[in-house]
C-alpha cells in the first residue's frame, strides 16, 4: 500500500533547518504538531535546540535552546504557543508559553540529577504534563512536581489514555 501523501512528502523532501550551518544533517530527536492549530510544530535536535514550523513544515525557524539536545518536546493541545521540551539538563524541564521567545525552567523541588526522557501532555487534562525519567513517572501541574512511581525504571516512552488521564502506559 502506498504511504499516507504527507508520509511520503517527508520521505521525498528532508526538513532544511534554516539555521545550521553546514549541509550536515541534523539528528531530530523529537517532534510535536499542534492539535489546535495542525500546521504549527515543532522539532527537537540533537545539540541545536528546538526548530518550528508554522507552515506545516516549508520552512523551519530556531526557537531557541539552541545548543541542547531536546529529547522530547510536547504541544499544549489548546494553545500552540504554549509547549514544554527536555533537554540534557537534568532536574527538569524548559516551558515556554510565548512559542519559544522565551523559557522558564520547572525543576524538581528535590534538586535532582533525574534526566527526562519523555513528555506527555493528558489529551482530556491539558494541564497535566507526564514526564518519564531514568528513574521514574513525574507529572506536572501547575508548576508543580508530583513522583507518580517506578524509582528504579528508566521510562523511554510513555502514553496516556485519551479518556481517563490517571491510566498511563
Not at 535532582?112 to 519523555?118: D, G, K, L, P, Q
Not at 506536572?140 to 521510562?155: D, F, K, P, S, V
Request: net charge negative; aromatic share 8%; charged share 10%.
Amino acid at each position: 500500500a502506498r504511504p499516507d501523501p504527507s508520509i511520503q512528502d517527508v520521505m521525498e523532501n528532508p526538513i532544511a533547518l534554516a539555521s545550521t550551518a553546514t549541509d550536515a544533517l541534523v539528528p531530530l530527536l523529537s517532534m510535536s504538531i499542534s492539535a489546535s492549530s495542525p500546521s504549527s510544530m515543532i522539532l527537537g535536535t540533537d545539540g541545536l535546540g528546538i526548530y518550528r514550523s508554522v507552515n506545516g513544515g516549508a520552512s523551519w525557524t530556531l526557537k531557541g535552546l539552541s545548543t541542547s539536545s531536546v529529547r522530547s518536546v510536547v504541544i499544549d493541545p489548546t494553545n500552540a504557543e504554549h509547549w514544554y521540551a527536555a533537554t540534557e539538563r537534568t532536574g527538569g524541564i524548559y516551558v515556554t508559553s510565548t512559542g519559544g521567545s522565551s523559557y522558564q525552567f520547572i525543576a524538581l523541588p528535590d534538586q535532582s540529577t533525574r534526566i527526562f526522557n519523555v513528555l506527555m501532555i493528558s489529551p482530556s487534562e491539558p494541564g497535566a504534563v507526564y514526564a518519564g525519567t531514568d528513574s521514574g513517572i513525574f507529572r506536572l501541574e501547575n508548576n508543580a512536581w508530583a513522583y507518580l512511581g517506578l524509582q528504579y525504571h528508566n521510562i523511554l516512552t510513555l502514553a496516556v489514555h485519551p479518556t481517563y488521564s490517571n491510566q498511563l502506559y
